[in-house]
Every structure is written in structure tokens, then in C-alpha cells.
């Protein structure tokens, strides 16, 4: 198993809490004073998402804890589906997740 | 997303009518849209170990779910402090345009200061796009209150959301508790999938959907902090040259007709 706890959650969770509530300051005290067009806050949303793309795409790849048993391609199976049904649904998030949701219940129930 | 103006019955009476106008919006889909959300989430912390009181924290301290998804995998993973709060905070620096853009709306002369610092606490992406376009169909003195009755019924709703998630995922056959884990992922790449529109925010997830799992295998720790900061100034980059370009195009064509 992986070693863990290197450093105490509630300390990663206190430091994340306020990196998270620096963009809200930082959002206030400019708020009416910066332009959201400006070049900077389209690079800021540029790497938000290469960083969320990296982070989902390892997550049904290379997931961690549970998933991490379960065979690759119950995963790849499950995240079609939800596309699938994305497509054919004209965009319907809910219903595409509760889609590929029930498609990884059922092979975990059928152990294929 | 539509432009026809919203009837005059969109008002309310008084802003105490606009606080509970808000808390009313914010019921229903985008409350359950959030609510499924932390539930995965829940279910998410006790599959690496951590006690429901973690969840729970992390639910009310941060209130921003993709930041906090990052941060349990991370760690889970044996990520250096660093890199987890680098990660962290570049995902939920979106958070700035956010709220920049948003509490211009609300703001009013008589309203001190450290309200808006709070009130920045209840700003995340759901109620952003929630109330963004309804705030303009409001009285400036209604805004405000609006804008709070939405924002706090999602942000007390999510930690329900969150210990429910947690303590369901003991209970229940291990496949269900699979499909929990796995919503938040899921969910988020459909939603990737309704912004294909801006060249750049394609290039930015195409980047980083190829160079997370790429950096994986070379630097496990830093692999995302250096995903989100190549693969996002690259698309960052040739974009904004593309963005030049159309503007020189413009200028241009501005001169000939003034010409």
C-alpha cells in the first residue's frame, strides 16, 4: 500500500482551505478594479483547466483507493457510457452520470 | 442563457423576499447537481482513510469540490505539501474571476467592507451561473440578499451532502460505493464537454488530458502542478496569438471602412 499520512489531514486541509479562500480575497479587493477579460485571468482558467483535465483523466486511468482494483476497462466502459448517453441525451449531464454510474454497479455486480 | 428580459413578477416585494427567493432558486437542481457532488466526495475521503470529520472540514473550510478532490487524491498519493497546496490553489484560482465579476452587482455604498469578504465564501461555480444573470433583473437593494439566500443553502446543504456520502459508502454493496467515488470524475469530464467552444479552453484540456498521465510516469509528486502550468500556458499562448491575429484582422478591416 501507499504510505500515507506524511503529514497530519487536518494540516493539508487548513492549507488547502486557505489557498482556496486566497482567490476569493484576491476576487473582493478587485472586484470593479480589473477587467475579467484581461489576459491574465484567461491564463489563470487555461491552467485550471489543463490542471482539472490531467487530474480527471488520471482518475479514471490511474485512479487511487478502491478503483484501484477494479480492471481498467470497467472504468473506460463506465466513462463511454456516460459519453454515450451525453451524446444521445442532447447534453443531459445528470442523466449521463447516473448513466455511466449504474454501468460500473452492474459490472461490479456481475464481476466480468 | 437567453436574452428576453425576465417578467416583472421576477422582483420581489422586499430584500427579505429576495433572501428566501434565493434559498427557493437555489433548491432543486442546482442543490441536487452540488448535493450529488459532495456525496461523491464523501464517499471519496472515507475510501482513502480519512475520518468523517476530515470531510466534513474540508467541506465548510474550503467549499469548492475540484480543489478539494485534488487535494484527497494527492495526498492519498504521498504528494509533498507543496505540490497539494500549489495544485489546490491553481484550481481554485477560477475562483477569482468569479467573484471579481460577480460582486460588482451587489455592491451598494452603505454595505461595509468585510461583508463582501464573507459573502466571497458563498461564491463557488454553481451559484456563480446560478445568479449571475438573475441578479440584473433585481433592485440594487434586493441583490445583495439574493445573492446570500442562494449561496448559503448550497454551501450548508453541501456538508449534509458530504457526511451522507461518507457514511452511505460503508453501508452499501461495494459496487455502489465504486460508482460514488467515481461520479466526481465522471462529472466533470461531461463537463468539460459543454465548453467546447473557446479555442483555448480546448487546447488547455486536450494538453492536460495528455500530459496528467504523461508527467505521471516521469514525476508522479509534481505531475499535476507542472501539467496545469505547461499544458495550460501553452494553450494560454497559441491562443492569444490566435487572439492577436483576429485582432490586427479587425483593426484592419476597421480601417478600410473608415477609409
Known sequence: MVE????????????????????????????????????????????????????????????????????????????????????????????????????????????? | MTNAPLPASSAFATPQAAFWGGVREALGVPMLVMGASFLGFGSMIRDVDWSVWHALYSTLSTWALPGQIAMAEMAYSGAPLISIILAVGFINARLLPLVASLLPHVRRDNVSLWKYYAISMLIAATSWVGTMQRLASLSQDQRLHYLTGYGLLLYTGSPLFTVAGYLIAGQVPQPVTLALVFLNPLYFMLLFLFDLHQPQKVLSLLFGAILGPALFLIAPNWSLVFTGLIGGTAAWWLGRNGWVRQKVSKELKKGRDDG
Open chain 1, 4 to 112: 500515507q499520512s506524511l503529514y497530519a489531514p487536518v494540516l493539508v486541509i487548513t492549507l488547502a482551505a486557505l489557498a482556496t479562500y486566497a482567490s476569493r480575497a484576491l476576487g473582493t479587493f478587485l472586484s470593479g478594479k480589473i477587467s475579467v477579460e484581461s489576459p491574465v485571468i484567461d491564463w489563470i482558467t487555461c491552467v485550471t483547466y489543463a490542471l482539472l483535465a490531467g487530474l480527471v483523466v488520471r482518475m479514471i486511468a490511474l485512479p487511487i483507493g478502491a478503483l484501484a482494483e477494479t480492471p481498467d476497462w470497467w472504468r473506460f466502459a463506465a466513462a463511454g457510457a456516460g459519453l454515450l448517453v451525453f451524446v444521445l441525451s442532447k447534453r443531459n449531464i445528470g442523466i449521463s452520470v447516473l448513466a455511466g454510474a449504474l454501468v460500473l454497479v452492474a459490472l461490479g455486480t456481475l464481476q466480468i
